[in-house]
């Protein structure tokens, strides 16, 4: 059995924590590079379905002897011991060991130590891994011998180099302070983030920046800008708002514009700084500004802050958010507004504008819906992409900029204390049991979960509420508000949404009951729920098990709508995960892959 490969260990529980901290082993890899590596560890595991990678169930052979001295000192240290065999090309492979001092039931394992083999595979040998890099290499590997079609292209060390792209960006924001200090916790918090999606090969990589452009733009480093302003010829510019009134624009703007807007010839088009350089330079657009048709007034305006997206922006004197077009690469996709995407975004905000006001904003949750777009009005469905601005409502209110995106909040920095640590300090006291966590955990639900599950039993309307795109603000430490945004990405289940009829039948915001529940299932579920109940956890004072447990009890007592709801996700085999590295491998765009992970609300994981 290959089960018996592995060496016998005192196995322990999935989300049990060893007694061991990383940081304090003058062995362990470099802060930075061990986060890295684990990244690409957790994310090659889950989706290539290796729930637990302690079995050896997924090992083609033996451990080799050399190994042996290795795992049996981690094991003395009290950390569990784990092989990958990771295939290449030319029919062999090579071995990863790592050394886990948590084991997650969702796969958000915290690695200690690795080694990975170098030379022959009949007699290889073992080195400490302490660049991320060579993982990178070694996971390219197996993945173009998984995917051999792909193996007679240049892709896999194009793959390769966007992994590698991404581990560059990652160590610039760590050396590099940011070159302003942020005016609010909010904006503290978009621009904190510096390693990104968890289970992500590319989190960080992005192309198309130079490297002044990375300073002047990159939220890590700080970024605040004027965007750059068009005056457009009122028949060259088409928008649309929810509640039909003009769009907004920012009072200087339009004091400075003034008069070229008054006789209605002109409205204004803000773009992103980089983004007008392009469009200056790009001949498609050329005779709009030989004509004066488009006229590039320069930058203008309050400071915009780039948030975590580095594409949208926050206007904080006009408490909103513009959804700029980019044509840069960020992690697997070029950054635009594709008409599509616009159309989705906007009709998801007239379905949320349909629903009682209850539903979309109340003292605990609130919505932030898109309110209108501008786009110059031409037939070139790419240049449209390129040109596309989406306006968004913004936070108001006691608890607005206090509010803070779930991706900083939960990101255990390389060094020092992380925020959720900090949060459940302040709540709890730096002593805090499990009952303590359930009581904080049950707060959070209140202002996450419940409404959007409401949201989605209710009405049919299943929001893309992952890390990123959620926020929560927090008092004393206690989650007292959630927001979520970016419509975008909201699918409606045609059959339940009570005016799907008023939609065209081919608006790319409806969806099939089974897609929509598919999408609330990973990204509420998986991404938002099960990734937080994992950071909770790996806190060491409480397990993923108990937390998964309360969330199905409270799903359980919150009405009949949320109890069928509940009945439905349990139905689920298993839950789906999105496959963010084969998706990016695979070159899939729009359509990703995915990988899945157990179903916790059927049977919580052991604790």
């Not at 886990?100 to 690695?111: C, M, Q, T, W």
């Not at 590099?176 to 609010?184: F, H, I, L, T």
């Not at 975004?345 to 605990?364: G, T, W």
């Amino acid at each position: 059995m290959l089960s018996s490969l592995l060496p016998p260990t005192s196995v322990v529980p999935q989300g049990r924590l060893r007694p061991h901290c990383p940081a304090q082993d003058a062995a362990a890899p470099d802060a930075i590079e061990r986060r890295l590596i684990e990244q690409f560890f957790n994310t090659y595991c889950r989706e290539t379905g290796i729930v637990d990678p302690r079995r050896a169930t997924h090992l083609p052979a033996p451990v080799p002897a050399a190994l042996q001295s290795t795992l049996a000192r981690w094991r003395a240290k009290g950390l569990e011991p784990t092989v990958l065999a990771l295939a290449d090309c030319h029919g062999g492979h090579r071995w990863l060991a790592a050394a886990l001092a948590y084991v997650s039931p969702i796969g958000y394992h915290r690695l200690s130590d690795a080694v990975l083999s170098e030379g022959s595979v009949f007699a290889p040998v073992f080195a400490p891994l302490r660049r991320a890099e060579k993982l990178a290499d070694a996971i390219t590997g197996a993945l173009a011998h998984a995917y051999p079609q792909s193996a007679a292209t240049d892709w896999p060390a194009r793959f390769a180099a966007l992994m590698k792209n991404g581990v560059r960006k990652v160590r610039q924001y760590h050396r590099e302070a940011p070159a302003r200090q942020a005016p609010s916790r909010f904006i503290a918090a978009e621009q904190g983030l510096r390693f990104g999606h968890i289970f992500h090969a590319t989190s960080k990589a992005s192309e198309g920046f130079s490297a002044d452009a990375l300073q002047r733009y990159a939220p890590e480093l700080g970024a605040a800008f004027q965007l750059h302003y068009f005056a457009v010829a009122s028949e060259q510019l088409e928008s649309g708002a929810i509640d039909g009134q003009p769009l907004p624009i920012d009072p200087a703007v339009m004091e400075t514009a003034a008069e070229l807007l008054k006789e209605g010839d002109y409205r204004l088009l803000p773009c992103h700084p980089w983004q007008a350089g392009q469009l200056l330079s790009h001949p498609g657009l050329q005779p709009l500004l030989a004509s004066r048709a488009m006229i590039s007034l320069g930058p203008l305006g309050e400071l915009a802050w780039p948030t975590s997206s580095v594409r949208t922006v926050w206007l904080p004197q006009q408490q909103r958010f513009l959804k700029l077009a980019l044509d840069i690469r960020i992690t697997n996709f070029v950054r635009n507004n594709p008409p599509e995407h616009v159309r989705r975004a906007l009709d998801a905000s007239r379905a949320i504008a349909m629903l009682p006001e209850a539903a979309r904003s109340s003292a605990q949750f609130t919505v932030l819906a898109e309110t209108g777009y501008a786009v110059l009005a031409l037939p070139d469905n790419a240049l449209r992409a390129s040109t596309a601005v989406i306006y968004r409502q913004g936070m108001t209110g006691l608890h607005g900029e206090a509010a803070q995106v779930l991706a900083t909040v939960l990101e255990e920095p390389a060094q020092g204390t992380g925020i959720l640590e900090r949060l459940l300090h302040e709540a709890l006291g730096h002593r805090h049991s499990t009952a303590d966590i359930r009581r904080w955990w049950a707060r959070y639900l209140d202002v996450t979960l419940l409404p959007l599950a409401r949201l989605f039993a209710d009405h049919g309307i299943s929001l893309e509420a992952h890390l990123q795109n959620s926020m929560v603000a927090f008092e004393g430490g206690w989650p007292v508000h959630g927001y979520v945004r970016d419509m975008e990405g909201a699918s409606i289940s045609r059959a339940r949404f009570a005016w799907a009829a008023q939609f065209d039948a081919d608006s790319p915001v409806l969806y099939t009951e089974e897609a929509a529940l598919h999408r609330f299932a990973y990204y509420v579920l998986v991404n938002h729920i099960g990734h937080f109940i994992a950071c909770l956890a790996r806190t060491g004072a409480c397990d993923e098990a108990t937390l998964w447990r309360d969330t199905a009890a409270a799903l359980e007592a919150g009405g009949a709508s949320l109890r069928h709801l509940l009945a439905s996700l349990q139905a689920l085999e298993t839950l789906p995960a999105k496959a963010n590295m084969l998706s990016c491998f695979g070159r899939h765009g729009e359509t990703p892959a995915w990988a899945s992970v157990p179903n916790f609300l059927v049977s919580a994981p052991q604790a």
